[in-house]
């Protein structure tokens, strides 16, 4: 029987070809593509045309019931994203991202009703809020659902099939048989998406100088990244102009907090431990953080099981913007003792290096730690690695001493992390990582990446 698909990605010259196939090779009949979130007009259309059966309707009250429990992180998700853009605030009440909850969640429920949707695959994990209520309502639906993410080895991903699996990787499917991953012992990596010019650029041309468009991308990049052009645009704009002024504050205050607070004087000498601010919003700090999402938690947390005389040193994330970054934010920092503000152009490998351990959430920097040789206090539950050995997981009565008297085993290590490799499908899903390939092939990748999910599914 084949199965009839709710596809939850972009329009890309990736996932086209890998559509194809799938229908060509009778896996797969209907296949329905979006991301984008649902309108009140949608959802209008739909409750005309479908009406769930009464014990169906039970079921589904009770599942928004559940799904309220979540309401906090949801919410934190619809403020990411704007229309406006999704590292900048939206103004809207609790109220109104409260109804949107409801709309969306009435939305999803009948829709994969109605196209008799038996397949729910996300290209990456539900960070949005609406595919995290997409993927909740799949569930009560009991519609099979497959996570995708790209994983953090080359031309690899990750997969499963329950949401709070992702690091565990229960479910996942063994696809590999390597014995040994072999990794050098170092802090330093050479992470792709941190490089500035990761992207290919095309050779300038009096055609492309002429048509403005080509150079869309880079103009409001540049004007994005100006406050004063920034809020120029937006007062020009009739539907950007009533938050203008209070996005361009947000911005303000935080330089102006952010300048305050940050500090040159620290010695690598003394005792620290190197916390990192995740940047926000992203989805790594969305929805994989838990109740961390407050970062300064995590921070207080640490703070309450070290000896009091350690420091604490805390470095801003080069791509911070003013969202998440409030004047408490910064206040509730001040009130930690023995904690200092480095500049963002503080090394970070050398301060991984010299710390007694290194603590994150659930950020990469855990994963320079234990393969260079230094353990990691992780408080969030998404991280890949986070059964790996070096990795600690906060708890309140944990001893320090632990992370400093236990030694990683590189061999041992090595040999974890093949386990997770081999659970990984083969290819790129994610248009962004395509750079990343030498002479990349879409032939090629289509073949790969096919052949891992029907041996993933089927």
């Known amino acids: 029987m084949m199965d009839n698909v709710w596809l939850h990605t972009k329009k890309s010259i990736l996932w086209d070809p890998i559509i194809n196939e799938f229908q060509k090779k009778g896996v797969w009949e209907k296949v329905i593509r979006r991301t984008k979130r649902p309108s009140l007009e949608e959802i209008k259309k739909l409750k005309k045309e479908i009406t769930l059966p009464r014990e169906d309707s039970e079921r589904y009250d009770l599942s928004y019931e559940k799904l309220l429990k979540q309401q ?118 050479d992470w792709f998406y941190m490089k500035k010019n990761r992207w290919k650029k095309e050779p300038l041309s009096l055609k492309k100088l002429i048509t ?91 703070s309450n099981i070290i000896p009091s005389d350690w420091f604490i040193y805390v470095k801003e994330n080069p791509k911070q913007r003013g969202a998440y970054r409030s004047n408490l934010f910064f206040e509730r920092l001040k009130l930690i003792p023995n904690l200092l503000f480095l500049s963002r152009k503080a090394n970070t490998f050398e301060l991984t290096r010299n710390s007694q351990f290194v603590a994150t959430i659930v950020g990469s920097v855990g994963w320079e730690a234990i393969t260079g040789g230094k353990n990691v206090l992780l408080f969030g539950w998404g991280a890949w690695y986070k059964n790996l050995p070096g990795v600690y997981k906060y708890r309140q009565d944990l001893d320090v001493n632990e992370l400093l008297t236990q030694k990683i085993d590189h061999k041992l290590l090595e040999k974890n992390v093949a386990k997770i490799y081999n659970k990984c499908g083969t290819g790129i899903i994610f248009d962004a990582y395509i750079p990343s390939i030498t002479d990349f092939s879409i032939e090629k990748n289509t073949i790969t990446v096919f052949d891992s999910i029907k041996r993933i599914l089927y």
Request: hydrophobic share 35%; no cysteine.
């Open 212 to 302: 403005l468009s080509k150079y869309k991308k880079r103009i409001n990049h540049f004007i994005e990244g100006n406050d004063y052009l920034r809020l120029i645009r937006e007062i020009a704009s009739k539907n950007r102009r009533s938050q203008s002024f209070f996005r361009f504050y947000t911005e303000i205050n935080y330089k102006k907090e952010l300048k305050k607070i940050t500090t040159t004087q620290y010695s690598i000498k003394k005792k620290y431990v190197y916390f990192p601010l995740h940047f926000q919003p992203e989805k790594v700090s969305s929805v994989w953080t838990g109740i961390y999402i407050d970062q300064v938690l995590a921070i207080e947390r640490l």
């Open 72 to 189: 906090f992180s949801i919410l934190d998700m619809f403020l990411r994203k704007t229309d406006w853009g999704s590292d900048r605030y939206n103004s809207a009440s609790i109220h109104e991202l409260s109804s949107r909850i409801r709309i969306y969640y009435e939305f999803y429920t009948l829709s994969l009703t109605k196209e008799n949707i038996s397949l729910v695959i996300f290209y990456n994990t539900p960070h949005m809020g609406w595919d995290t209520i997409l993927y909740e309502a799949a569930k009560n639906l009991k519609i099979k659902t497959l996570i995708l993410d790209q994983s953090n080895f080359s031309n690899k991903f990750f997969h499963s099939f329950v949401l709070h699996d992702f690091g565990t990787f229960k479910t996942s499917r063994i696809l590999d048989h390597t014995q040994h991953y072999q990794i050098e012992k170092k802090f330093e990596k």
